[in-house]
């Protein structure tokens, strides 16, 4: 990865989480809060490298179960395993397609949020969490696939991260 797209990978990275952690909860109702991180990483899986995007995905998890206040680990581990699951199929399509991202992005928001709950229910005995969890889902598929759209509409969307 050249110098300039890891510095702009880490200032995306780091407005994301301004953005997300300080201004969105003060204006915008918490199931209508988009997940920043998660449209970054699918962005990174669908346009950079194996070597870089795997150890970003895990920091991306781990940064938003930091910065959201849940289980350390539960997103690290649902966005690596989203990760793996968009790398091991992104060289069969075309990665540069917009309506992909957005699905993309809606895909990875439905198994991010199964795994999130599956592990919840294995892990946890509270039983108010899985409704909490079910009543979040359709609101954040929405606002996600509208950030989505509205990050694939920027120039420059479908050039590549790495230089070779």
């Not at 110098?3 to 300080?22: G, K, P």
């Not at 309506?99 to 229910?121: D, K, S, W």
């Amino acid at each position: 990865m050249s110098r300039r797209a890891a510095l702009l990978i880490f200032c995306l990275v780091l407005a994301s989480i301004i953005i997300q952690v300080s201004l969105l909860p003060v204006f915008v109702l918490p199931s209508f809060k988009p997940d920043l991180l998660l449209v970054i990483m699918v962005y990174l899986a669908l346009h950079g490298s194996f070597e870089t995007g795997m150890p970003m995905a895990w920091l991306l998890g781990m940064l938003n179960d930091v910065c959201s206040g849940l289980y350390l680990g539960l997103n690290a581990v649902s966005f690596l395993i989203s990760y793996l699951i968009i790398k091991s199929v992104s060289h069969r399509l075309y990665a540069d397609s917009a309506i992909l991202f957005v699905l993309t992005v809606v895909g990875v928001t439905l198994v991010g949020f199964t795994l999130n709950l599956l592990l919840v229910v294995m892990f946890t005995a509270s039983p108010g969490i899985v409704y909490s969890m079910l009543s979040d889902i359709f609101p954040r598929l929405l606002v996600n696939a509208f950030i989505a759209s509205v990050v694939s509409a920027f120039p420059g969307f479908d050039s590549q991260v790495e230089v070779s």
